[in-house]
């Protein structure tokens, strides 16, 4: 359980909006996902903040190795 309150801490960022998309998706996802979403979850929030929110926030974003983690962490923001 250290390792969920380390990725809590990290799910707080500069914004509102990331720090609910984040924590949401680490309370109800995270332990459940498969190891290999797990680590991508983890290699997600070493991103600085601004990266966060042009992934998150810009629809014009490129694919990156992230889109399908990011695509899941938007659908359970809108449940």
Not at 28 to 44: D, P, R, T, V, W
Not at 47 to 70: G, K, M, R, S, V
Request: with cysteine.
């Amino acid at each position: 359980m250290k390792r969920v309150a380390k990725l809590t801490w990290q799910c707080r960022r500069g914004t509102q909006e990331l720090d609910k998309l984040l924590l949401r998706y680490l309370q109800q996802c995270y332990l459940g996902a498969s190891l290999f979403e797990q680590q991508q979850f983890e290699h997600l929030l070493d991103l600085p903040d601004n990266q966060l929110l042009q992934l998150f926030f810009n629809p014009n974003q490129e694919q990156t190795e992230f889109a399908a983690l990011i695509s899941n962490i938007r659908q359970r923001s809108s449940v």
